[in-house]
């Protein structure tokens, strides 16, 4: 048992068991009050975000909207923290007190636009879209902050709520950075959210995963007149995805790789000098990605040895598994099951209605379930939070901003993030999170439980390492390949 984790369970042996201070009626009411007051400024944000579309590390508009909301709600803001210029850290202090973090996140996917409608239809100009309705994420938790410092504030509660602007989720890793500056030390808990299709709380391991780029390169030719002086960048790719695809049988089970080409060459009669392929290795088991991870690199350098050609790869993003909580989780039941969930009106129930018939499975078209928690089974996905939840306690919960059966990082999530269906969700959210953070500034025996756990579940030895390494952020991942 390490000193830390020891300390902590013989506080909570004097203390007994751990007391949470829950809220009262009359708190309650304030702060739904607080959350709501909220509303017109998180719709107007989140409207304005889906509309800018910016991807990972490009959300300079998105970012500094979000920024001078909080300066103008008495917010200190530093911005560019950790080496990444659309990152910040916003913090409202009143006296000594728990410190509580609510993470917000504002990147775009690309490749997926779309208008705000319930059939396909796409948007002039526009490449990328909020498919995974990152606007709403970071209008709602930046909402959900206002609403607890003017809460504090009013009632004189101490302590301190921080919200962490973290860029580039959708494979940059932005929040790994933020993590491995230590911006996180001295924080009690975090707390966060999701959109989705249903209102659930997030429990469930996620899958870590390490993602790059690797880049071949050979020598030009005419492809009929002289293949025989070329050598193939785009061989050299396809020897690559061709192991790859044998290497699946040979690892352990559950892990997934995928990989786009993103430069095979500009015309079929030149040989391509140059050719990059984009892969993510993913599983529970941060050690099997590193081991996985390790033999695609093998596969790379025997792919450009067998068409003659040389390689490379850079690592561009990587991120742990998502550590569970459940001292958190109990916290996040007891407070979401007080907000209040209207049905959709009229509008949105005809928009929803539609994007039915688009869905090859949608579900039932109610929004007010809350869907009890999961066993802790692996989440078939990957999220930088979970860096995060390794070195400080963290929750997050999920709302229903999407038609039921809509899947994530597609257009029908597109278009429900920028329509008031989406906003609706993204409020209850708002609302939850200013609950479980008000409760969490009054119980510091449930944060010193909540730290006991985690210490105990990441083992006494834990010692974090960033799966990405020492490497600065990949400011330029999402540009076009650099030959």
């Known amino acids: 048992m390490t000193t830390g984790l020891a300390a902590a369970l013989g506080a909570l042996a004097l203390a007994g068991t751990a007391q949470a201070a829950p809220l009262t009626d009359a708190q309650r009411a304030q702060l739904l009050a607080a959350s709501k007051k909220q509303e017109p400024a998180l719709s107007s944000d989140a409207l304005a975000i889906w509309n800018l579309a910016e991807v990972g590390y490009k959300e300079e508009k998105s970012s500094a909207l979000l920024q001078d909301r909080l300066r103008k709600a008495g917010f200190t803001v530093r911005a560019g923290v950790a080496g990444m210029p659309t990152a910040f850290v916003a913090s409202f202090r009143n006296g000594d007190g728990p410190v509580i973090g609510i993470l917000a996140e504002y990147d775009a996917l690309p490749g997926l636009s779309q208008a705000a409608v319930p059939d396909r239809k796409g948007t002039t100009g ?119 695809e044998h290497l699946r049988e040979h690892i352990p089970d559950k892990t997934r790789i995928h990989y786009v080409i993103t430069s095979g060459g500009k015309a079929p009669n030149v040989v391509p000098d140059f050719a990059e392929v984009y892969y993510y290795v993913r599983q529970a088991d941060p050690q099997i990605v590193r081991d996985v991870w390790a033999r695609v690199v093998k596969a790379s350098k025997g792919a450009a040895i067998a068409t003659d050609t040389t390689s490379d790869y850079e690592i561009t993003g990587g991120v742990y598994s998502l550590l569970p909580n459940k001292t958190l989780l109990e916290v996040a039941e007891r407070n979401f099951s007080k907000v209040p969930i209207a049905p959709w009106d009229a509008e949105q129930t005809a928009f929803a209605a539609q994007m039915a018939k688009n869905l090859p499975h949608a579900g039932l078209l109610d929004p007010t379930p809350i869907l009890p928690p999961s066993a802790e089974e692996q989440l078939n996905g990957s999220t930088d939070v979970a860096d995060v939840s390794w070195t400080v306690p963290t929750m997050g919960i999920s709302t229903t901003t999407w038609v039921p059966g809509t899947p994530a990082h597609s257009w029908q999530s597109s278009a429900a993030s920028g329509t008031s269906l989406g906003v609706k969700g993204a409020s209850v959210a708002a609302s939850a999170l200013t609950l479980m953070g008000a409760e969490l500034l009054q119980s510091p025996d449930v944060l010193a439980k909540a730290k006991a756990e985690l210490v105990e579940r990441r083992g006494k030895d834990f010692k974090y390492a960033a799966m990405l390494g020492d490497r600065k952020p990949a400011l330029d991942y999402r540009d076009p390949p650099a030959q």
């Open 126 to 244: 526009k490449n990328a879209a909020h498919g995974c309705g990152h606007n709403l994420f970071g209008a709602a938790s930046v909402a959900s902050a206002v609403a607890l410092k003017e809460w504090m504030a009013a009632n004189k509660v101490k302590g301190e709520v921080r919200v962490y602007g973290s860029p580039a989720e959708e494979g940059g890793s932005g929040k790994v950075y933020l993590v491995r500056d230590g911006l996180f030390n001295d924080v009690d808990a975090v707390l966060h959210w999701h959109p989705g299709d249903n209102n659930s709380y997030t429990v469930t391991p996620s899958m870590a995963n390490i993602s790059g780029k690797f880049r071949f390169h050979g020598v030009s030719a005419h492809a009929a007149a002289a293949p025989d002086q070329g050598r193939s960048a785009l061989d050299g790719v396809q020897v690559m995805n061709i192991a790859v």
